[in-house]
């Protein structure tokens, strides 16, 4: 089992804008089934983590659906509407705590820190992140919100292009 960081990301580095807008990521083209998608990455996860940013976005977009089917942890220090029928924990337990329950909920397969970056550095620095899977779009914003801003050495294990997008696969070097 892995613990796996799975995001879009401009070129410089940003997952959204300030503003929390995701428009220069949704006019990308992209083959859902094609190299490095979400699509059959999905099918390897079995929980996710999310932040609370990340969580109002899904929510917002997703007009109150709620549209993944694994459990998922939301991490926040407030009390945010959960849809119905929505398999979501809000949490502000310790990484650890978290992610050893995910992993008991997750049945053998991987876990997916779905954002923000901060969050998959706290994950990373509870020595608890496997892989960062970015996905860079053709695009710079200058500023927004960041891809993971820790300092840490990967290791390139896979890369593809899907169309718009140049694709990387790296595993989280532990000193
Ligand atoms: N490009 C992509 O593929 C992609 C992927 C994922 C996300 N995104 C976007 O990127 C942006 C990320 O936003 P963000 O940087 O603000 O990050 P975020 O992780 O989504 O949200 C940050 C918030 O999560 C809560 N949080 C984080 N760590 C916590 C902890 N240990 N305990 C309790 N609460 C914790 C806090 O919320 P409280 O205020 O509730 O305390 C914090 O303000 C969003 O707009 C999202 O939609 C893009």
Same mark, same amino acid.
């Given at each position: 089992?892995?613990?796996? !960081?799975?995001?879009?990301?401009?070129?410089?580095?940003? *997952?959204?804008?300030?503003? &929390?807008?995701? =428009?220069?990521?949704?006019?990308?083209?992209?083959?859902?089934?094609?190299?490095? @998608?979400?699509?059959? !990455?999905?099918?390897?996860?079995?929980?996710?983590?999310?932040?609370?940013?990340?969580?109002?976005?899904?929510?917002? &977009?997703?007009?109150?659906?709620?549209?993944?089917?694994? %459990?998922?942890? /939301?991490?926040? &220090?407030?009390?945010?509407?959960?849809? +119905?029928?929505?398999? /979501?924990?809000?949490?502000? @337990?310790? *990484?650890?705590?978290?992610?050893?329950?995910?992993?008991?909920? @997750?049945? #053998?397969?991987?876990?997916?820190? /779905?954002? #923000?970056?901060?969050?998959?550095?706290? !994950? @990373? =620095?509870? #020595?608890?992140?496997?892989?960062?899977?970015?996905? !860079? +779009?053709? /695009?710079?914003?200058g500023s927004?919100?960041?891809?993971? %801003?820790?300092?840490? =050495?990967?290791?390139?294990?896979?890369?593809?292009r899907n169309? =718009?997008?140049?694709? #990387?696969?790296?595993?989280?070097?532990?000193?």
């Amino acid at each position: 089992m892995s613990t796996h !960081f799975f995001t879009a990301s401009s070129l410089d580095g940003f *997952i959204a804008t300030q503003e &929390h807008s995701l =428009d220069w990521l949704l006019k990308q083209d992209v083959d859902a089934e094609g190299p490095m @998608a979400y699509q059959q !990455f999905e099918k390897t996860i079995g929980a996710l983590a999310m932040g609370a940013s990340t969580y109002e976005w899904v929510l917002e &977009h997703e007009e109150g659906r709620w549209g993944y089917a694994q %459990p998922t942890w /939301v991490f926040t &220090h407030r009390d945010l509407l959960i849809p +119905a029928a929505a398999d /979501v924990t809000l949490t502000h @337990a310790p *990484i650890a705590e978290v992610h050893a329950a995910m992993a008991a909920a @997750a049945g #053998g397969k991987d876990l997916w820190v /779905v954002g #923000g970056g901060d969050l998959a550095g706290q !994950f @990373a =620095d509870a #020595g608890l992140l496997d892989e960062v899977w970015v996905q !860079f +779009a053709p /695009v710079t914003l200058g500023s927004g919100a960041p891809l993971l %801003p820790r300092t840490l =050495d990967l290791e390139l294990l896979e890369v593809a292009r899907n169309r =718009d997008f140049m694709c #990387g696969r790296y595993r989280v070097v532990r000193a």
